[in-house]
Structure formats: C-alpha cells, structure tokens
C-alpha cells in the first residue's frame, strides 16, 4: 500500500556514459516534488567502454531495485558536431532504457527544448536559467553541485508536470 504523503516516484537520468546524473523524486499529493536521492555516477576512462556500459546498468538496476519507481524520466539525445560522443551517449542511454524495461517501467523521453519550457516557461533557457528554476522548484541538499545531477532533476520534473 502506497504512503498516503507520496502518490508517485520516478527516476530520471540524464545520460551520459563518463558521467550519468541519476535523481529519484517523488510528487507529493500535496502538489509538492521532494528529491529522494540524486548523484553524478561517474565511469573512468581507463576501463573499456563495454565495462563502462555495464557499470552503467547495474548501477541504475541497483537504483531501482531499491527505491522502487514506478517510471523513467530520460533525456532525448540532441545532435552535436562530435559524432563519436553522442554514439557513446546514444549506447549508454540504451542501457537505461533496457533496464527500466526489464524492470517494468513506464518511459518518457523529453528534448532540451521542452525541459526549459517544464522548468522555466521558455524554451530557449540558458543552463543557469534552468539551474536556478531547479533549485527553486525543490530543495536541494546544499552538496548537490554537479550539473548532470540538476540536469536529471530537472528532466524528472518534466516528468511530473506534464504527465499528470
């Protein structure tokens, strides 16, 4: 039986294969958002890319195991001029979506452009924009300073506004 303070949980990420934000929030029923958990995970370069996909997908399968959400809040990919980069990202976004898959989990995938709407009202916000909206919209512990792990609150917010 669900608490009666909490109505539903994802986890959003925003992709990467050297650093992953990961954050888990849950929409309270009194309309609030509270982030249960956030990190940048982070995979070194010194391991093969195949071994950096795998760390990838036990860490988000752990994730999930542990906090049980009910759905996964992903970033789309948006073209850049490094091929070989947004390839790498493109496999270990796969890893994530295959994992929430396998555990059962609804997928929303969201652009850049309709993050900043979500988050900020205009779709062409600046990162600072958007950093600073995050931090409005939730709190934050203090140590959460890397800009994936906002970036992954920030595309689970998305989430919770527009899915209702």
Do not use: W
């Not at 996909?53 to 809040?73: D, F, Q, Y």
């Not at 409005?136 to 140590?143: A, C, G």
């Amino acid at each position: 039986m669900k608490n009666n303070l909490t109505s539903h949980k994802i986890i959003a990420i925003d992709p990467g294969f050297e650093r992953l934000g990961i954050a888990i929030l849950e929409r309270a029923l009194d309309g609030k958002h509270i982030v249960v958990y956030s990190e940048c995970f982070k995979t070194s370069p010194k391991i093969s890319f195949a071994e950096r996909l795998v760390l990838i997908g036990e860490k988000i399968e752990n994730i999930i195991e542990k906090h049980k959400p009910s759905a996964l809040s992903i970033e789309k990919l948006y073209l850049t001029n490094n091929q070989k980069t947004v390839m790498n990202v493109a496999e270990a976004r796969g890893v994530v979506l295959y994992i929430a898959k396998r555990c059962n989990l609804d997928i929303f995938e969201y652009s850049p452009p309709q993050i900043k709407v979500a988050v900020t009202g205009y779709g062409k916000a600046d990162k600072k924009m958007v950093m600073d909206m995050v931090r409005k919209l939730v709190k934050i512990d203090s140590k959460v300073k890397s800009d994936d792990e906002l970036d992954a609150i920030a595309i689970g917010l998305t989430m919770l506004a527009c899915e209702r």
